[in-house]
């Protein structure tokens, strides 16, 4: 069972209320929200998420042109922490 | 609907059925849900979930099994510990993570079956599907505010946080330690396409030129991108692409993904490189000229439980029909409509499931019902207002995906947020130029523009690219 939720980001169960919680409290960028509600900082790194809260942000009455992107971080897709422990170059010491 | 009886596939059915059922061993599809399509398969194996053998079959990815299996629930999520399992079948939501022989968060989607693999579910006690942690769903019914959670005493709040530390999380650490990886290594060419999808196949094709090195890396099992989800093209047309691709000399990397791209110590000399992996290393790539061929996320809409195991993407329900063969339910809810959703539409109803198609002018989706999967979609009339139930397994979302820019934004590459191409597109010309220069970019992730056009751009962006590298 499940109780009634709209999802906008399912690695961190952010909802449209958690969205629109976010811009009462005058939170309207995206970089803003990322940081209030946690969407987009889970596995898939926003790849499921980005664009549909700028498209509530656009509802909301945002203009698409002030819509920015969020900086994105590597790595950027699931990587196992031993390849980068293995990246050791000759100069390391 | 005609039962597919038979010895062979009838001549009226498309070209993509025929290749898919084959010559022999077409057999009755009894209506069941869901279903493997016929019985001449690779080698049969056993792979074992929470304790339960499931059959599957070689060259099928552990989320391919576990829902021919009739298993929607794989893990719960962070938060509100709710069911989550298969959505976009592409490696890119993350919703299907799975401990797997000791490993955990794999992406069931992105790993082969292999025998005797003991695949567990994740953050879920004592099962996955009656999980006792879901209680905090019903408790934050409304949601929860994490910033009201603070209490007033420092004592207190520690000892909050270390419950909660111990309750939220992912999965648990691995059983043992990480074999032994190989050192990391340096690979230099002169144009890397990143994604084997329709533009990126293209690209690397008409980038190759004799003497040049082009080096193509696609994060997916198999090459091919959404090509191998879409029933307009399919598997066969995909074989044909990667046969004139080898042809042309490019190196064709499977199963790599790109993961960075950075220009380390700030210094001249030190060239910029993108940073792939497989799965025995990293790689560093150094290239005269980059083609983003990313491609696009399948996405969700905003409904009422929209997170429900039987929520799916259609490059998903695709994926399942055409590259294992497997009928993705019997009923089956197909919300959106575009050139692409009619025809999966048209091949869905080929291999016997009932499609109720949502008619966007008409009506939409305002919720899904059911308990750890779907029963029944919630359609609402857009004018009248009035609500209905429309009984399914599967809800199929048919949304525009989004750009797969986060690479091209590394690098610099400037995008624009485009309601019409589904999120935020690279900025390029007719030709693939980027705003950086020796990037290039063509396809979905310039906004999404489906296959036969990603095709077409990705041979002027390859064209540029090898100009490019030529005169450097």
Same mark, same amino acid.
């Given at each position: 069972?499940?109780?009634?939720?709209?999802?906008?980001?399912?690695?961190?169960?952010?909802?449209?209320?958690?969205?629109?919680?976010?811009?009462?409290?005058?939170?309207?960028?995206?970089?803003?929200?990322?940081?209030?509600?946690?969407?987009?900082?889970?596995?898939?790194?926003?790849?499921?998420?980005?664009?549909?809260?700028?498209?509530?942000?656009?509802?909301?009455?945002?203009?698409?042109?002030?819509?920015?992107?969020?900086?994105?971080?590597?790595?950027?897709?699931?990587?196992?922490?031993?390849?980068?422990?293995?990246?050791?170059?000759?100069?390391?010491? | 609907?005609?039962?597919?009886?038979?010895?062979?596939?009838?001549?009226?059915?498309?070209?993509?059925?025929?290749?898919?059922?084959?010559?022999?061993?077409?057999?009755?599809?009894?209506?069941?849900?869901?279903?493997?399509?016929?019985?001449?398969?690779?080698k049969?194996?056993?792979?074992?979930?929470?304790?339960?053998?499931?059959?599957?079959?070689?060259?099928?990815?552990?989320?391919?099994?576990?829902?021919?299996?009739?298993?929607?629930?794989?893990?719960?999520?962070?938060?509100?510990?709710?069911?989550?399992?298969?959505?976009?079948?592409?490696?890119?939501?993350?919703?299907?993570?799975?401990?797997?022989?000791?490993?955990?968060?794999?992406?069931?989607?992105?790993?082969?079956?292999?025998?005797g *693999?003991?695949?567990?579910?994740?953050?879920s006690?004592? *099962?996955?599907?009656?999980?006792?942690?879901?209680?905090?769903?019903?408790?934050?019914?409304?949601?929860?505010?994490?910033?009201?959670?603070?209490?007033?005493?420092?004592?207190?709040?520690?000892?909050?946080?270390?419950?909660?530390?111990?309750?939220?999380?992912?999965?648990?650490?691995?059983?043992?330690?990480?074999?032994?990886?190989?050192k990391?290594?340096?690979?230099?060419?002169?144009?890397?396409?990143?994604?084997?999808?329709?533009?990126?196949?293209?690209?690397?094709?008409?980038?190759?030129?004799?003497?040049?090195?082009?080096?193509?890396?696609?994060?997916?099992?198999?090459?091919?991108?959404?090509?191998r989800?879409?029933?307009?093209?399919?598997?066969?047309?995909?074989r044909?692409?990667?046969?004139?691709?080898?042809?042309?000399?490019?190196?064709?990397?499977?199963?790599?993904?790109?993961?960075?791209?950075?220009?380390?110590?700030?210094?001249?000399?030190?060239?910029?490189?993108?940073?792939?992996?497989?799965?025995?290393?990293?790689?560093?790539?150094v290239?005269?000229?980059?083609?983003h061929?990313?491609?696009?996320?399948?996405?969700?809409?905003?409904?009422?439980?929209?997170?429900?195991?039987?929520?799916?993407?259609?490059?998903?329900?695709?994926?399942?029909?055409?590259?294992?063969?497997?009928r993705?339910?019997?009923?089956i809810?197909?919300?959106?409509?575009?050139?692409?959703?009619?025809?999966?539409?048209?091949?869905?109803?080929d291999?016997g499931?009932?499609?109720?198609?949502?008619?966007?002018?008409?009506?939409?989706?305002?919720?899904?019902?059911?308990?750890?999967?779907?029963?029944?979609?919630?359609?609402?009339?857009?004018?009248?207002?009035?609500?209905?139930?429309?009984?399914c397994?599967?809800?199929?979302?048919?949304?525009?995906?989004?750009?797969?820019?986060?690479?091209?934004?590394?690098?610099?590459?400037?995008?624009?947020?485009?309601?019409?191409?589904?999120?935020?597109?690279?900025?390029?010309?007719?030709?693939?130029?980027?705003?950086?220069?020796?990037?290039?970019a063509?396809?979905?992730?310039c906004?999404?523009?489906?296959?036969?056009?990603?095709?077409?751009?990705?041979?002027?962006?390859?064209?540029?690219?090898?100009?490019?590298?030529?005169?450097?």
């Amino acid at each position: 069972m499940m109780t009634s939720k709209t999802m906008l980001c399912r690695c961190e169960d952010v909802s449209v209320s958690d969205v629109h919680k976010a811009w009462e409290a005058g939170y309207c960028t995206i970089e803003e929200i990322k940081r209030y509600t946690g969407f987009g900082t889970g596995t898939c790194q926003g790849k499921e998420c980005l664009a549909l809260i700028a498209s509530t942000l656009v509802q909301l009455g945002t203009p698409a042109d002030a819509v920015q992107a969020f900086t994105t971080r590597s790595p950027l897709a699931p990587t196992p922490l031993k390849f980068f422990a293995a990246d050791r170059r000759d100069d390391d010491k | 609907m005609p039962p597919l009886l038979g010895s062979t596939p009838p001549d009226s059915y498309p070209q993509i059925l025929r290749s898919i059922l084959p010559p022999l061993g077409c057999f009755l599809v009894s209506r069941g849900v869901p279903q493997r399509l016929h019985f001449v398969r690779n080698k049969a194996l056993t792979i074992d979930f929470d304790g339960r053998p499931i059959r599957a079959f070689e060259g099928e990815s552990i989320a391919a099994a576990l829902h021919v299996a009739g298993q929607p629930v794989w893990g719960r999520s962070l938060k509100y510990h709710r069911p989550r399992g298969l959505f976009c079948m592409d490696g890119h939501c993350s919703g299907c993570l799975v401990r797997i022989d000791g490993v955990p968060n794999l992406r069931a989607c992105m790993q082969p079956c292999r025998d005797g *693999s003991r695949v567990e579910s994740q953050n879920s006690f004592p *099962s996955v599907e009656t999980d006792l942690m879901a209680a905090v769903d019903f408790l934050f019914a409304k949601g929860m505010n994490h910033h009201t959670l603070m209490t007033g005493s420092s004592l207190l709040n520690k000892a909050t946080q270390r419950v909660v530390r111990h309750l939220s999380g992912l999965g648990e650490l691995p059983n043992s330690i990480a074999d032994t990886v190989e050192k990391s290594t340096m690979l230099a060419c002169d144009v890397l396409v990143i994604g084997g999808g329709p533009a990126g196949l293209q690209a690397a094709i008409a980038a190759s030129r004799p003497d040049s090195k082009i080096v193509l890396v696609d994060e997916g099992l198999a090459l091919g991108g959404s090509l191998r989800t879409d029933p307009r093209y399919g598997t066969d047309f995909v074989r044909d692409l990667l046969d004139q691709a080898r042809s042309c000399g490019v190196t064709l990397l499977s199963q790599t993904t790109a993961i960075a791209h950075f220009c380390e110590n700030d210094d001249p000399v030190d060239p910029e490189q993108t940073i792939v992996t497989d799965s025995k290393r990293l790689t560093r790539i150094v290239a005269k000229a980059t083609v983003h061929a990313t491609g696009s996320y399948a996405q969700n809409i905003a409904f009422e439980n929209n997170d429900r195991p039987g929520v799916i993407a259609m490059r998903a329900a695709g994926r399942l029909l055409l590259d294992y063969q497997i009928r993705p339910a019997q009923s089956i809810c197909l919300v959106g409509h575009s050139d692409a959703s009619d025809a999966l539409r048209t091949t869905l109803i080929d291999v016997g499931c009932d499609v109720y198609q949502v008619d966007p002018t008409k009506e939409r989706i305002v919720a899904s019902k059911g308990h750890s999967s779907v029963s029944a979609a919630i359609v609402q009339d857009i004018d009248s207002e009035l609500q209905r139930e429309i009984p399914c397994q599967l809800i199929v979302i048919a949304t525009t995906p989004s750009p797969a820019s986060e690479l091209a934004r590394q690098q610099g590459a400037a995008t624009y947020f485009s309601a019409d191409g589904g999120g935020f597109a690279v900025q390029a010309d007719a030709r693939g130029h980027s705003t950086v220069r020796g990037v290039f970019a063509c396809g979905d992730v310039c906004g999404y523009v489906g296959p036969k056009r990603a095709m077409q751009a990705g041979q002027h962006a390859g064209r540029s690219a090898a100009d490019y590298a030529e005169g450097q």
